[in-house]
């Protein structure tokens, strides 16, 4: 069953190499470096880094290459958002270093039950030992509790926490597009390990719910740019789905000859 999936991975990772990469990263290219810089220069994301290594609940491809493509793009669109709102260069740079913290902790509970509300808590603990105050840590924590979609949005009382939320939120859905099937989806599987029958199954409820997040975009960056990669995510999607059936058919036969193979 292992090897049956590495191979459907790589027949997976072969279609998203046909796609273009999506606008975001073309059309903001310093800000998406600058990103990446402060995240491996900053003294203290750097230490949180390692903190989220040792302690992150490494389940359903949700691990640490997740929350730091997840920081890097949280942390562009925080930089390009305040610069539409007028922030200063000092406001950015502090803004930008939350959303980080908030983008490396987002998933450190991920295996638990309501891991959104369980990792805002044990965030909480973290940042204490780092130079946030009370009220960027509630802020953090608060991004961290709303990063789920399709669950309540918690009400959040500050213009900061509020935006920190938003980008850490749409950073996190661009992992639906063309991530979902390089990384995610085969992460989760190595888990779960289905039968390919069942996974079959499953797809068509997985590619609806592509559908709906492209209507919960929050920040105006996210908005305009965030659909393309659940876009390409879909057309990833459906032509996986028709090798599935037309190039894997004589597995699927096995299973229903002989039963699920684990």
């Known amino acids: 069953m292992k090897t049956l999936y590495r191979q459907i991975r790589e027949r997976a990772r072969s279609i998203v190499s046909s796609y273009p990469i999506p606008d975001f990263y073309h059309k903001f290219p310093e800000v998406n470096e600058t990103s990446r810089r402060h995240l491996i220069r900053n003294r203290e ?13 490494d389940d359903y491809g949700h691990g640490l290459q997740h929350a730091e493509k997840v920081t890097r793009d949280a942390g562009a669109l925080i930089i390009i958002e305040g610069r539409r709102r007028g922030y200063s260069r000092e406001s950015i740079r502090r803004h930008l270093f939350l959303v980080q913290c908030a983008g490396l902790l987002h998933d450190i509970k991920r295996k638990q039950p309501d891991h959104a509300i369980a990792g805002a808590e044990f965030a909480a603990k973290v940042l204490a030992a780092f130079s946030l105050n009370a009220t960027e840590i509630r802020d953090v924590c608060s991004a961290i509790r709303n990063h789920e979609a399709f669950k309540k949005i918690i009400a959040i009382d500050s213009v900061a926490g509020e935006l920190i939320s938003d980008c850490l939120y749409d950073a996190d859905k661009f992992r639906w597009g063309p991530d979902n099937f390089t990384d995610t989806l085969w992460d989760m599987i190595s888990f779960l390990k289905p039968p390919l029958s069942h996974f079959l199954q499953k797809f068509p409820d997985g590619m609806a719910s592509l559908e709906k997040i492209k209507l919960t975009f929050r920040t105006h960056t996210g908005i305009r740019y965030g659909p393309q990669f659940i876009d390409i995510g879909i057309a990833v999607g459906k032509k ?3 090798v599935l059936l037309e190039e894997f058919n004589a597995h699927l036969k096995t299973e229903v000859q002989d039963g699920p193979t684990h």
């Not at 994301?45 to 609940?57: A, D, H, M, Y």
């Open 45 to 57: 994301l750097q230490q949180l880094s390692k903190s989220v290594t040792s302690t992150i609940e």
């Open 240 to 242: 996986l789905y028709r």
